[in-house]
């Protein structure tokens, strides 16, 4: 049976990328030999590097004077690193959810952090508006994309200090003015690739300012002057992101991306409104493209194992909520097809029909 992966993260990847990858485990460039088996400074490998780094550059549009980094930690080291190497007295920290407060208790340990606005209030099922960022923060950082509670932030906030952003569930999935950013960072597993690697996006003169010592495996600096190569890289799920980056350019961008996703999420949450049985848990105008996130209506609550149980018959996988929210959580990322969706939505009114 065809399966329809809903999975929030390691998730779904777009078939064209995978295919090359075990084609590369098998037998990379015609050497003979596997990506996995080979000097990750030999010409060979070396180039894959290259090209996946003017890959991001070329799909976001990044302006002249960053560095693109592939790193290993996931984004949870990106939580300490991004305070280790940019606060130097004061940051502000907007929390919308589990991975923000995450980011916010890392940066504690390293100066004054600054909350400017929590939703935890209402368990994170929107975005908070009206707050103020002091002007004399180093940095102010946003989570775009709220993976666990389906809010993801429509525009970039407009303040005075540069944004630093986790983009681990949306990155490459609408168009970003990189400009506004003094760095964004990106775990690969949601969008990009197989896990294991870490997309970093850094304006090179943020790196100036902190005067303390870094060292060396949590230092952008050294990382830039190496190229992603201080130590070994994460050869494989490098490899995968530049298949991946691959398929995207040849699918209209990120501007092509953006159009599906608009398209993917309109039609399930229209479903979800429609139908007698669910309703959605995010504020409407904060809700995510990536991840949908829905419950079913008190007078049905009994029905969710059932829900569940009937999806996977049909072949979906991956719908099971988070704990901290219940219900169901459809993640839709860049390489879910519409038909995907199309056959989530048919599921659920089949089911509706039946009770
Ligand atoms: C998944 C996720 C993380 C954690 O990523 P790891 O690579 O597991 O450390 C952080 N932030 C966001 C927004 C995520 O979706």
Known sequence: MKKHNFSAGPSIL???????????????????????EVSHRGKDFDAVMQEARELVKELLS????????????????QFCMVPYNLLEKKAAYLNTGTWASKAIKEARGFGEVVEVASSKDANFSYIPKNYTVPDDADYFHITTNNTI???ELSEDPKVKPYLVADMSSDIFSRPVDISRYGLIY??????????GVTLVIVRDDVLVKVPRYIPSMLSYKIHIENGSMYNTPPCLPVYTALQ?????????GVTGAQKRNKAKAEILYKEIERNKLFKGTAATEDRSLMNVCFVMNEEYQALEKDFLDF???RGMVGLKGHRSVGGFRASIYNAMPVESVQALIDTMKEFESKH
């Open 244 to 252: 991946t980056m691959k398929w995207l350019k040849a699918n209209g």
């Open 62 to 77: 990044v302006p002249e004077g960053y560095s693109v980094l592939f790193l290993g930690g996931g984004a949870s080291m």
């Open 311 to 313: 999806a996977q018959s």
């Open 186 to 195: 990106a775990g690969a597993q949601k969008n990009l690739s197989c896990a």
């Open 14 to 36: 777009p078939r064209e990328a995978i295919e090359a990858t075990a084609q590369a485990v098998l037998d990379f460039n015609n050497s003979g030999l596997s990506v996995m």
């Open 149 to 151: 509670f389906g809010t």
